[in-house]
């Protein structure tokens, strides 16, 4: 465990569930810078053989499009890392998103606060496996977590989210309670069973002249 992962944590806090955005946000993202990358690539290649290069203009021009080459290629390079840098945590007792690559941002929303989840699946994200999760906190208003976008195994995570958010309120109300700290509402205690002893005024009886035939 990291570090900064053990600084997010209570004392009694533990990792239910980790994760990142799904790989289609990063193609979605370099696809336009990747195409105007291979544009550049091709214009370099076609002043270089038209012989532009022979003079101050064409030294000029070719010095400009490897400038937007590189400044292509660094832009890239930065939305990987961020992808790469961004987790998204489901805790025993809270929902954390953290992100950022030189400076970290921590976005964290107690499960006692979540109210209502909702599951959006797009064609797209039921083919490719992702989808986007909706909190809304019980004032009605939506928790600020932007990495529940693009989730990979949405419905999985739908189904911890929920459960974990349903146990954590219950047990916050004080009907219930959490021993072990899992963020589960631990099992009832069984009932030791009855001896012949103990079975007096218990049970049903018949009543009256009631007799069996």
Same mark, same amino acid.
């Given at each position: 465990?990291?570090?900064?992962?053990?600084?997010?944590?209570?004392?009694?806090?533990?990792?239910?569930? =980790?994760?990142?955005?799904?790989? *289609?946000?990063?193609?979605? !993202?370099?696809?336009?810078?990747?195409?105007?990358?291979?544009? /550049? /690539?091709?214009?370099?290649?076609?002043?270089?053989?038209?012989?532009?290069?022979?003079?101050?203009?064409? !030294?000029?021009?070719?010095? %400009? @499009? #490897?400038?937007?080459?590189?400044?292509?290629?660094?832009?890239?390079? #930065?939305?990987?890392?961020?992808?790469?840098?961004?987790? *998204?945590?489901?805790?025993?007792? =809270?929902?954390?998103?953290?992100?950022?690559?030189?400076? $970290?941002?921590?976005?964290?929303?107690?499960?006692?606060?979540?109210?209502?989840?909702? @599951?959006? $699946? &797009?064609?797209?994200?039921?083919?490719?496996?992702?989808?986007?999760?909706?909190?809304?906190?019980?004032?009605?208003?939506?928790?600020?977590?932007?990495?529940?976008? *693009?989730?990979?195994?949405? %419905?999985?995570?739908?189904?911890?989210?929920?459960? +974990?958010? +349903?146990?954590? +309120?219950?047990?916050?109300?004080? /009907?219930? $309670?959490?021993?072990?700290?899992?963020?589960?509402?631990? &099992?009832?205690?069984? =009932? &030791?069973?009855?001896?012949?002893?103990?079975? =007096?005024?218990?049970?049903?009886?018949?009543?009256?002249?009631?007799?069996?035939?």
């Amino acid at each position: 465990m990291s570090r900064e992962l053990e600084e997010l944590l209570g004392p009694d806090e533990g990792i239910v569930l =980790k994760t990142r955005q799904h790989w *289609f946000v990063v193609v979605r !993202d370099i696809g336009v810078l990747a195409l105007v990358l291979i544009l /550049a /690539a091709v214009a370099i290649w076609y002043v270089g053989e038209a012989g532009w290069l022979d003079n101050r203009v064409g !030294d000029w021009t070719a010095i %400009a @499009l #490897w400038i937007v080459v590189g400044g292509i290629l660094l832009v890239i390079l #930065w939305r990987v890392l961020a992808w790469v840098r961004a987790h *998204f945590y489901i805790t025993t007792s =809270k929902v954390v998103y953290v992100h950022g690559i030189l400076s $970290r941002e921590i976005t964290s929303t107690p499960m006692t606060k979540i109210d209502e989840v909702t @599951l959006h $699946r &797009p064609l797209l994200g039921r083919i490719l496996g992702f989808g986007r999760l909706d909190v809304e906190n019980a004032s009605g208003g939506h928790e600020p977590l932007a990495g529940l976008e *693009f989730l990979p195994r949405p %419905a999985e995570m739908y189904r911890v989210l929920t459960e +974990r958010s +349903r146990h954590q +309120r219950m047990i916050e109300g004080g /009907a219930h $309670r959490d021993d072990d700290s899992d963020g589960l509402i631990d &099992p009832l205690a069984s =009932k &030791p069973a009855a001896t012949d002893g103990d079975d =007096k005024g218990s049970g049903w009886k018949p009543s009256g002249d009631a007799t069996s035939s």
